[in-house]
């Protein structure tokens, strides 16, 4: 699977899942649809939840990740996160 097959399907999911629904692709970053984009942030390794810094899935990144977030596709696990910054 390539980035781009990989966000596409992410970002359906989504949006599919209405607003405040995230993707937790790890244990520290996950991914949302903002109402105008796909964004991908990682969060509090404390475990409290807070988002911190966004990120971008650079081809880099991908090539680490690639395997971890095409099987996370097979069982995508979302939650739902109140505070998330959305377009509008």
Excluded: C
Excluded at 19 to 34: M, R, S
Excluded at 67 to 77: E, S, Y
């Amino acid at each position: 699977m390539e980035r781009e097959e990989f966000v596409t399907r992410l970002t359906s999911i989504l949006q599919d899942a209405g607003p405040g629904t995230v993707a937790e692709l790890t244990d520290t970053a996950i991914a949302y649809w903002n109402g105008e984009r796909l964004v991908y942030a990682f969060v509090s390794a404390e475990g409290n939840g807070a988002q911190g810094e966004e990120f971008d899935l650079g081809a880099q990144r991908w090539a680490q990740w690639k395997d971890w977030l095409v099987d996370w596709l097979t069982d995508p696990l979302l939650s739902v996160r109140h505070g998330l910054h959305h377009g509008t």
